[in-house]
């Protein structure tokens, strides 16, 4: 960074786990990088805190979860005060304990406070226990606590959201039915990266997700390190020519030798030959993570020096890492390098042993204010209805409201969405009147009643139709270039971050780009233009947004029900 300040910067490894020093010590160095799925959900602090309270909220007799929660920051115990409240009584839950004053008393007068504050919002939860989804008590509770108080970044609140979603979606009548698989299945997902870095702070990934990407400089560690042996496999197969020339391909495949004998030797060929396509494949993965730089390439890698008869050598690299590939090209170095060591160097050179190597826990402490409180709520808004005769002269919404219109909105969108990736291309009124059966299930699916299924299916249809017919619809949903429909992005306006979908986007014949969206609002009786007036001032604000996140655009609205348009 100090080379090339504007420069971009990679940090590229063959597997995640080659990352378990890294990413720890760029974080106590405070330097900001963005790690693509690498760091798994559950390794971030906010999860860790919201799955110990998920835990301790379901089983009131989870020890650990209950003490990692009077632990965590939002309330702050010291190791001296949960020693006072729960040592030597095993027989009593923590929230028992939590409840005995006798027992309370023994803490300190700031573990006191603390207790008191945490127990408080605890103990409404655990009474309101199966009265609201499982998701709703831990959100509450963390809010309540003051969680969100205790974050870092916004990354982490995102985080949380992540977390929160995979609970409601794993929840069970109102609990988790395995709680081991639970955490199994959260160790899958990974956190998102630090929104807040810049596009020159250090990028960290895998040599697989780097394709196609380029940096100004490229560090590529941990080269000396092996993979994970692969497991022996209950079958091998590959396909190979039949022996009698023909050119046709046959399949040869063997099972894993049987107990008790020493060998198989059509599995051991074929074992050979996946060895043989993993060195090719080392090969190929060490080329794309070199080529992956633009300026400057660090290839960063480790070998085992010994004493022997006098001298020092360097012991060949481990099999399967990628230093093996790169060794008939580095070995001399190595070789030179070691030659340099003196006895003292040769004895620090040494691997550390498996309790040196363990990483020390951070015992830094971060908590809340024994004081804390939560945020003031704003002021109440004054508020006077109107009386009957001041409701004379209000205008008449022209919206068509209700959940029908909101599900026909949604297979409208839907559908505009297909026409448009298929630019058009065998698209008509009598096809769309030929699939109203599809319209109409799709529709019953979303919970419309049986009622209003027949002009819910005609107003999806109509809309259709009318987008079809109407010389802009079809100008719309033709071939433009670099069109994007249902598009998301994630922008920051106005110091707020946004995430926004645009029904469609494009770069026009005069080389502009537009954005439109789409309004199934229906208007019934006169005045068409006047209720587009005012759909257009309703929506300014929505595409205003949209465009600043696409660095300015045209603005666009188009009204299938009516074949009606605003644009500015």
Known sequence: QARNPDGTIAVLVRGRSHLQAIVPQLKRSELRFRAIDIEPLGHRQVVQDLLALTRALSHPADRVAWLAVLRAPWCGLTLADLAALAEGDIGSTVWELVENEDRAGLLSADGRCRLARAGKVLGRCLDQCCRASLRETVEGAWHALGGPACVEQVTDLEDADIYL??????????????????????????????????????????????KGLEFDTVIVPGLGRRTRPPEAKLFLWTRRLAADGDGAAELLLAPIKQTGVDADPIYDYLARLDRERERYEQARLLYVASTRAKKYLHLLGHAKPESRDGAVEVKAPARDSLLETLWPAVESEFQRAAAALSPEQLLNARSPTAEEGARVPDNNLRRLPADWSLPALPPAVNWTPLQDEERVGEEIEFSWVGETARHVGSV?????QRIAEDEMKGWDRARLEKMAKVFRDELGMRGIPESEIEPATARVVSALGNSLDDPRGRWLLGPQKEAQNEFRITALI????????????????????????????RHEGADIEGFLDQEQKRYAAQLDAYATALGG???????????????W
Do not use: C, M
């Open 553 to 567: 655009a045209s603005r666009g609205l188009y009204f299938p029900l009516h074949a009606g348009w605003r644009g």
């Open 165 to 210: 979603q995979y609970l409601e979606d794993a929840e069970q009548a109102g609990g988790i039915a395995d709680l081991a698989a639970f955490e199994e299945n959260l160790a899958k997902l990974y956190a998102l990266p630090d929104l807040e870095a810049r596009d020159t702070d250090p990028q960290i990934l895998t040599i697989h997700k780097a």
């Open 412 to 416: 409208v969108h839907r559908w505009l």
């Open 494 to 521: 106005d110091g707020e971050r946004r995430n926004l979908v645009i029904d469609r986007t494009f770069i026009d014949q005069d080389g502009k780009r537009r954005i439109v969206d789409y309004k199934t609002s």
